[in-house]
Structure formats: structure tokens, C-alpha cells
């Protein structure tokens, strides 16, 4: 994975930065990117997609990758948001604030998916990125890690939707408790259509990021 980001490397890009985000999915709660510049040196052991780490890994390793990135920044965009934009509009601008809050501007980015956001630096999306990329490894886990911490901490306000366990995601458990007892005022208004058998559209659909 290191090797994948370093073969970008030239004498015009010294440093790479990889964007990846957590809570695309999810009925309720904000979505979040997160950036991270490394030194091309840095490695560090087990970083992988977030999704085949296990919650206790992602959260050590959390903390060495804000420990040793050269830069990082993660961004949250929230649930009315989503409402109000759409959600891959939301995740761009996500993704797009990631980037323009790094302390150090990278030569280039490498962004997890097939969309890139609009910058002023390169951008280049990457299919499966969060599997090929080590610095886009590494920002999943920071997205995730943190979109979870949130998730868990509305879960106390709100406990009958067992955020604590489903992180917002549409679980059978998680569906049928808002058939039974409607949404929260965090969950996504639009994203629950089927559920709640109603239509429900975005606000707009202009492009933000």
C-alpha cells in the first residue's frame, strides 16, 4: 500500500495526501472525511480498509496515524446537510473541506471512489482505494473512528435506536424501531422515503463541493 502512494512521487509531488469518508450509508447522523499527509518514509503496520479492521484495531491505530501523519483533518458534514444537498454532494464537500484544512497542502490527492471534488490541487480518484492506498487506508480509519465516537455519543441521547451498535446504518432492528416509534430529529428525512412509505426529496440538488 505504501508502495502504491509513493509511486506518485516525482520531482514536482513530494507529498500525497489520501481522502476517504465514513456515513455514505447510514439512516441518521452526519457523513465524514478525513484527510491525511504522510512522510514517504511512514509506514505504519496493519493500517487497511477500515472495514476489515476490527473497532478495537481502527482505534489504536487511530491514534498512531494522528500521531505520526504529517498533517490530517477530518470533516463533518451534517445530517440536515445531507437533506439539503444529497448525500454525494455532501460527501464531496466533506472531502473537498478535509483537504482545504490540512496545516500542509499535499502535491496530490488521492481520493477513495470514482468521483474526485473540485481543488486547485490534482485530485485523482481511486477505485477500492481504501485497500490500494496506504494514506487512503489511513483516512478511513480516521473517518470511521470518528463518525462511530459521534454515533455513540447521540446513542445516549437517543437510545432506542441502538446507534451504539449500528453506528446509524439500516439495520432490521434499526428500521423496524423507526416504523414503530418514527425518526429522530437526526436521522436523514431523506433517506427514509421507503420506510416510511412517503416521498421525500432533496431541498436542491445544486453541486457544492
Not at 478511513?140 to 446507534?163: E, N
Amino acid at each position: 500500500m505504501k508502495n502504491f502512494d509513493n509511486s506518485f512521487l516525482s520531482k514536482k509531488i513530494k507529498l500525497v495526501a489520501g481522502i476517504d469518508e465514513a456515513g455514505r450509508g447510514p439512516l441518521a447522523g452526519p457523513v465524514v472525511a478525513a484527510s491525511v499527509i504522510f512522510s514517504p518514509s511512514v509506514s505504519i503496520p496493519g493500517v487497511n480498509d477500515s472495514k476489515l479492521l476490527t473497532e478495537h484495531k481502527r482505534e489504536n491505530l487511530f491514534e498512531e496515524i494522528i500521531n505520526k501523519a504529517l498533517a490530517y483533518n477530518v470533516s463533518v458534514v451534517t445530517h440536515k446537510r445531507i437533506d439539503k444537498i444529497n448525500i454525494l454532494n455532501a460527501t464531496l464537500l466533506a472531502m473537498g473541506n478535509s483537504a482545504k484544512k490540512l496545516s500542509v497542502q499535499p502535491d496530490l490527492i488521492l481520493v477513495d471512489g470514482n468521483r474526485a471534488f473540485k481543488y486547485h490541487i490534482l485530485v485523482i480518484p481511486v477505485v477500492k482505494g481504501d485497500s490500494k492506498s496506504f494514506s487512503i487506508a489511513a483516512a478511513s480509519i480516521l473517518a470511521k473512528v470518528t463518525r462511530d465516537r459521534i454515533m455513540k455519543k447521540y446513542s445516549k441521547s437517543y437510545p432506542d435506536y441502538f446507534w451504539e451498535k449500528n453506528k446509524g446504518y439500516p439495520t432490521r432492528q434499526h428500521i423496524d424501531v423507526i416504523k414503530l416509534i418514527g425518526p429522530s430529529p437526526l436521522h436523514r428525512k431523506t433517506f427514509l422515503g421507503k420506510i416510511l412509505n412517503v416521498a421525500i426529496q432533496p431541498e436542491t440538488n445544486l453541486q457544492t463541493a
